[in-house]
């Protein structure tokens, strides 16, 4: 399987911005589907974002607008910008890797911590 790796979250104010990374632990061949998702204390585990091998991306209502989900596919990562935070963003971010039947490619990480609070 493929390892990941999130990073970037934090503690920070209500409209600010924060850059989420999913480093994978090797090049992922093929097409594929990359996901971001959040888990908020009490609630489950919840689709955010996603890119695909070929580019293209899509995301939740309630981010459109202020998430972006990017790649660089020589670094085998995956980043989720996230501007005008919001106190309902408070979650801990996930990513992972599925191919094209759904099938998760990587193991789920520790995930990454964002709180937005003033």
């Known amino acids: 399987q493929v390892q990941l790796v999130e990073s970037g979250g934090g503690l920070v104010q209500p409209g600010v911005s924060l850059r989420l990374s999913c480093a994978a632990s090797t090049r992922i061949l093929g097409d594929y589907f990359m996901p971001w998702f959040r888990q908020a204390p009490g609630n489950q585990r919840a689709l955010v974002a996603a890119?695909?091998?070929?580019?293209?991306?899509n995301y939740t209502d309630s981010v459109k607008g202020r998430f972006t989900s990017s790649r660089d596919a020589g670094k085998n990562t995956v980043y989720l910008q996230m501007n005008s935070l919001k106190p309902e963003d408070t979650a801990v971010y996930y990513c992972?890797?599925?191919?094209?039947?759904?099938?998760?490619?990587?193991?789920w990480g520790q995930g990454t911590h964002v709180t937005v609070s003033s």
């Open positions: 992972n890797v599925f191919n094209t039947m759904g099938s998760p490619l990587g193991s």
């Open positions: 890119i695909r091998s070929d580019g293209s991306t």
